[in-house]
């Protein structure tokens, strides 16, 4: 298991690594960025990569799916790190976070590179901490960030490293930013090699981009259907006609048609009317948008049309289910 043939590993200098754990935290984040460290240690047979968890006072921290994690120490004990990720939660909140907001630019001030997971980097956003960085959070997430914070550059991959702010999509992703910088000095490509190995995962590069709607159901086997689902997430305010979908992927609309009945088993104009709708309840749900903007901003001429659709796909009204969500928080 370990590296011998590479004996620079061992000369490795100890990494201290800090995850800032807030109310409904992300678990599968945490996780898939802790063991590729805790499996790099066990390669390098020491321990380069030391982590803790950082609470924002001694409580235990609930997370996400109801599991209660016990952090190692509260943010007014932390010592110095060389990285502090904010492993965000679900929902979002927007009250009663000056004290982490405090805490995240005292860590920028002494030189400690941050980095966000899942919504993480929301909170480096709000304590001004991104401004000049390229940063990506999960997709269902852009639009809140980027309604609040319009300037920053937010990218839909699956992971973002510019120079010290290091930001990731969540779901499994962190995964993927913990091996690159596992390849980055100190570490090398030969250890984040060796942990994917360990891992039985495959290597997924910065580039590749966050999977959304109804691009998760179709993978990597028809280029042109995904180019179309694509061209259809980006034009949900200003919608097209499948005639025009089709000349953007330079196809003819009935070979476009068949392809989606085979594949997806609805036509395109229905597959691009459930984009709509997914994205108008990520608006509802994420957003304080009036339903007439959400509508709006799905496409939508007519606020009827689109509560009657709303209702007919999601057998509830567009505002009790807002409500119904945000009863449930």
Same mark, same amino acid.
């Given at each position: =298991? ?20 807030? %109310? #409904? ?6 996780? *898939? ?7 790099? #240690? =066990?390669?390098?047979?020491? %321990? ?7 609470? *924002? #006072? ?5 997370? @996400? ?19 502090? &990720? ?22 920028? $001030? ?23 960085? $390229? ?19 937010? @990218? ?35 250890? +984040? ?18 999977? *959304?709607?109804?691009? !998760? ?17 980006? #034009? ?10 089709? @000349?953007?992927?330079?196809?003819? !609309? ?31 749900? $994420? ?18 049309? &689109? +509560? ?6 999601? %057998?509830? +009204? ?7 969500? !945000?009863?449930?928080?």
């Amino acid at each position: =298991m370990p590296l011998t043939h590479d004996p620079a590993l061992h000369d490795l200098r100890v990494t201290r690594i800090g995850f800032l754990l807030l %109310d #409904n935290f992300s678990l599968i984040a945490l996780g *898939t960025a802790v063991d590729p460290l805790r499996i790099a #240690n =066990m390669v390098v047979q020491r %321990d380069v990569y030391e982590y803790q968890l950082i609470g *924002t #006072n001694g409580d235990i921290v609930r997370s @996400s799916d109801g599991i209660r994690v016990m952090p190692d120490i509260a943010i007014s004990q932390a010592g110095t790190f060389d990285a502090v &990720f904010v492993v965000g939660p679900n929902p979002i909140p927007r009250k009663g976070i000056g004290a982490i907001m405090d805490w995240l630019r005292l860590q920028a $001030r002494n030189g400690t590179a941050l980095g966000g997971l899942d919504t993480g980097s929301y909170f480096l956003a709000r304590a001004g901490l991104l401004n000049g960085y $390229r940063c990506t959070i999960h997709w269902e997430d852009q639009d809140v960030l980027l309604g609040q914070f319009p300037k920053l550059t937010v @990218s839909n991959r699956l992971y973002e490293v510019d120079r010290d702010r290091y930001t990731c999509s969540g779901g499994v992703a962190p995964l993927d930013l913990m091996v690159h910088l596992l390849s980055m000095p100190p570490g090398s490509p030969t250890l +984040s090699a060796r942990v994917l190995e360990l891992l039985l995962a495959e290597r997924r590069g910065h580039e590749e981009r966050q999977v *959304t709607s109804l691009r !998760q159901y179709i993978g990597r086997e028809h280029a042109k259907l995904d180019e179309a689902l694509q061209v259809m997430e980006s #034009n949900v305010e200003e919608t097209l006609s499948v005639a025009e979908i089709a @000349s953007f992927v330079q196809v003819s !609309q009935r070979q476009l048609e068949r392809w989606f009945s085979e594949r997806l088993g609805k036509t395109p104009a229905q597959a691009y009317l459930e984009i709509r709708l997914l994205r108008a309840r990520q608006l509802l749900y $994420r957003t304080a948008r009036p339903l007439e903007e959400v509508c709006a901003r799905t496409g939508f001429t007519s606020l009827t049309h &689109f +509560s009657t659709r709303y209702k007919a796909h999601f %057998d509830i +009204s567009p505002m009790a289910d807002r409500r119904r969500y !945000q009863k449930a928080l």
